[in-house]
């Protein structure tokens, strides 16, 4: 039988031999960038794999997720590694996709990388014999909130309910046979460090506000218009003027876009768009400033006699980590990279939906250092995908041989030690009652 430390090796040997392929499926993802809900190849390359490592899996999942299982076939609880499929939208960066301007420039495409390399670690060194328990892969897609009116579009279809993935899989019954979930993502580097741990996540709703007017000829009679682009203009600048209300420990962030703004210049425009998102630290910030932002659309609409039509869309549950389960991780990270390498995070006003996950089980979302540029920027690169997708999968496999070694003991204790702030229902219950639908005219 093989001490932690041996297993920890041969599993670590194992990611070094297929090392080249899981880099090159990163790479191959990356170079075929696709936004959430359309992760068709990228979909289709996992499920490839799996069928190669003889991985019982189940695709199609919320139109594009793939859910493995490794069985050791003796009890014990439930270790997911999650991958995200999908990329961002980023008109101009080197690798955009000239038809869609998908771009991966948040790392995305190393995640599956890690997926493929932990699994064949696992596999390839025998270390299954000594672990109790599962592992599940799952590949899940639409973790960027984007694209909005597609996705509602989909959600108005019945394709899916919620507009990001995880939220999509909670619903689905797919986590209801899992205990706790690793990922890691890559990170641009801020401070010295090779890996960060802990620190929040805001959370934040979503809204589609639908400005109409009447149109009018805009030179010879734009008295007989109303003008939607005012009632927005005189909107955004009333959601501007509520910032000095928003508290400093609320973490409020309200970013609205202009997605259509008019047909024609020669004509008073009636038809604008606006989309924004509301994210806050708490559930009850994020509420409070949605009155807020709520009351300024409106009385752009009233200022010009428009009418307002506001769509308020569950977005992500602000995101905590599992004290337990991250100092497991980061002693593993710790092993590879050093101590000295390892960073610890604070308060983030961005949001993800492993911040929803977090709110049902423990969760460990560590970060890599190994991307230069700016997230979501057109300069966003991961520079050094040995750190990146090797380093991280050592990492978490490491993490999930301490979990499921000898009988799966530090699982069990974790589990059982572990108050989830919500339970499925009531996670379900809190985000579907963010959904409502506004109609004001004036």
């Known amino acids: 039988?093989?001490?932690?430390?041996?297993?920890?090796?041969?599993?670590?040997?194992?990611?070094?031999?297929?090392?080249?392929?899981?880099?090159?499926?990163?790479?191959?993802?990356?170079?075929?960038?696709?936004?959430?809900?359309?992760?068709?190849?990228?979909?289709?390359?996992?499920?490839?794999?799996?069928?190669?490592?003889?991985?019982?899996?189940?695709?199609?999942?919320?139109?594009?997720?793939?859910?493995?299982?490794?069985?050791?076939?003796?009890?014990?609880?439930?270790?997911?590694?999650?991958?995200?499929?999908?990329?961002?939208?980023?008109?101009?960066?080197?690798?955009?996709?000239?038809?869609?301007?998908?771009?991966?420039?948040?790392?995305?495409?190393?995640?599956?990388g890690m997926l493929v390399a932990v699994a064949k670690g696992i596999q390839s060194s025998g270390v299954m014999d000594t672990l109790s328990g599962r592992i599940a892969f799952m590949a899940v897609p639409a973790e960027?909130?984007?694209?909005?009116?597609?996705?509602?579009?989909?959600?108005?279809?019945?394709?899916?309910?919620?507009?990001?993935?995880?939220?999509?899989?909670?619903?689905?019954?797919?986590?209801?046979?899992?205990?706790?979930?690793?990922?890691?993502?890559?990170?641009?580097?801020?401070?010295?460090?090779?890996?960060?741990?802990?620190?929040?996540?805001?959370?934040?709703?979503?809204?589609?506000?639908?400005?109409?007017?009447?149109?009018?000829?805009?030179?010879?009679?734009?008295?007989?218009?109303?003008?939607?682009?005012?009632?927005?203009?005189?909107?955004?600048?009333?959601?501007?003027?509520?910032?000095?209300?928003?508290?400093?420990?609320?973490?409020?962030?309200?970013?609205?876009?202009?997605?259509?703004?008019?047909?024609?210049?020669?004509?008073v425009p009636d038809d604008v768009r606006v989309e924004t998102f509301v994210r806050g630290k708490t559930i009850e910030a994020i509420i409070s400033a949605a009155e807020k932002v709520d009351r300024s659309f409106k009385s752009g609409a009233l200022a010009m006699g428009a009418g307002v039509n506001i769509t308020t869309i569950p977005g992500y549950l602000p995101k905590s980590n599992d004290s337990d389960l991250e100092k497991l991780h980061a002693e593993n990270a710790i092993g590879l990279v050093g101590e000295g390498e390892l960073i610890q995070r604070g308060h983030e006003t961005g949001s993800s939906d492993i911040g929803d996950l977090s709110n049902i089980m423990p969760i460990a979302h560590p970060f890599i250092v190994s991307a230069s540029g700016k997230a979501h920027g057109v300069d966003y690169i991961v520079e050094d995908y040995e750190l990146a997708v090797l380093t991280s999968a050592k990492a978490m496999t490491g993490t999930i041989i301490d979990l499921l070694s000898n009988g799966a003991r530090k699982a069990y204790s974790l589990k059982e030690s572990y108050d989830p702030p919500l339970s499925k229902r009531d996670y379900l219950q809190t985000i579907r009652g963010f959904a409502r639908e506004d109609n004001f005219v004036f």
Request: aromatic fraction near 6%.
């Open 144 to 267: 960027e909130y984007i694209e909005i009116e597609y996705r509602n579009q989909l959600r108005k279809m019945g394709k899916i309910e919620f507009l990001v993935g995880k939220s999509e899989f909670i619903k689905l019954g797919k986590f209801d046979d899992v205990d706790m979930a690793i990922m890691t993502h890559t990170d641009e580097e801020r401070q010295s460090g090779k890996f960060s741990i802990g620190g929040t996540f805001n959370g934040m709703i979503a809204k589609l506000v639908h400005f109409t007017g009447t149109s009018a000829h805009a030179g010879s009679s734009p008295h007989l218009g109303v003008n939607a682009l005012n009632a927005a203009t005189i909107a955004l600048q009333a959601v501007h003027a509520q910032r000095e209300t928003f508290r400093e420990e609320d973490s409020i962030r309200v970013h609205p876009i202009i997605t259509r703004g008019g047909g024609a210049v020669s004509a």
């Open 1 to 112: 039988m093989l001490s932690l430390e041996e297993s920890k090796a041969e599993s670590y040997d194992g990611i070094d031999r297929s090392g080249d392929r899981a880099v090159r499926i990163a790479k191959e993802v990356f170079n075929n960038p696709e936004p959430g809900y359309r992760e068709y190849k990228t979909s289709s390359l996992i499920a490839n794999e799996f069928t190669e490592m003889g991985i019982p899996f189940e695709d199609g999942i919320a139109i594009t997720g793939v859910k493995g299982i490794m069985d050791t076939g003796r009890p014990g609880p439930t270790v997911a590694v999650i991958g995200e499929l999908d990329s961002h939208i980023v008109r101009g960066h080197p690798n955009s996709n000239q038809e869609t301007d998908a771009a991966h420039a948040c790392g995305h495409n190393t995640q599956i």
